[in-house]
């Protein structure tokens, strides 16, 4: 069955540091986005991909990059971690810019 | 700017109770609309979607939703919920392309959590 992965589930880093967050999916998907959730925010889009070579900035892009070399994956980095990124992390994509997007399981990530 | 609003932010009922959790957006015409499920620790599961057609559309686990142009809304029901309901629900909407620069991304309502009492 397709599926949408990241790794890892965990992570603790400290301030200062770079962090990527890899994003996997085997739906062939076109479109993949970033999110972070906080509480009382929901769920704010970060960065979004239309296909290979595209990158676009969302609500909360700043601190954050991503990079599209193949079909599948979208890393999320963050330049240098700060307390303010401490959240868990999700990545979804889609087979079409109006089309229902599929969830992966997160990645909870402190920054100390 | 185009918005979604959840306007509970937490809902205790019993279970066995019925259930309508409320979503509203803010738009000119019609979006695609979405309602999505988290339960504690896990990613968000997809419930039911409206793109078009009949207005009250079923999902998974015995939700269903109604569309009510009139009001703007998506108010998402149920009608007896079991204790494995307790989650939080995503009310998300779709705005079409290249519409005030949202350029047809997914927009999430800040949640509703839902607690069951035996």
């Known amino acids: 069955d397709a599926e949408i992965t990241q790794s890892p589930r965990h992570k603790i880093t400290e301030t200062g540091r770079q962090v990527t967050l890899a994003c996997h999916q085997t739906?062939?998907?076109?479109?993949m986005f970033w999110y972070r959730q906080d509480l009382g925010h929901g769920l704010r889009l970060i960065h979004y991909?239309?296909?290979?070579?595209?990158?676009n900035k969302g609500e909360v892009s700043d601190g954050y990059s991503v990079s599209r070399s193949n079909t599948e994956d979208l890393p999320l980095t963050l330049e240098s971690a700060a307390s303010s990124q401490t959240s868990v992390y999700f990545c979804?994509?889609?087979?079409?810019?109006?089309?229902?997007?599929?969830f992966g399981p997160g990645t909870r990530l402190l920054v100390l | 700017a185009q918005s979604v609003t959840q306007p509970d932010i937490h809902i205790t009922v019993s279970e066995g109770a019925s259930l309508e959790l409320r979503c509203n957006y803010s738009?000119?015409?019609?979006?695609?609309l979405f309602w999505y499920v988290q339960s504690p620790g896990q990613g968000l599961q997809l419930l039911l979607k409206?793109?078009?057609?009949?207005?009250l559309v079923q999902g998974i686990k015995g939700f269903e939703a109604e569309f009510k142009r009139s009001q703007s809304s998506f108010n998402l029901r149920k009608p007896s919920v079991h204790w494995s309901d307790a989650a939080e629900y995503f009310c998300?909407?779709?705005?079409?392309?290249?519409?005030?620069?949202?350029?047809?991304?997914?927009?999430f309502g800040k949640g509703t959590k839902l607690s069951v009492k035996p």
């Open positions: 998300a909407v779709i705005f079409p392309m290249n519409y005030g620069g949202s350029q047809g991304n997914l927009i």
């Open positions: 979804a994509s889609s087979g079409g810019s109006q089309e229902t997007q599929y």
């Open positions: 991909s239309y296909g290979v070579q595209d990158t």
């Open positions: 409206y793109f078009s057609g009949d207005t």
């Open positions: 738009y000119g015409a019609t979006p695609y």
């Open positions: 739906w062939n998907h076109n479109n």
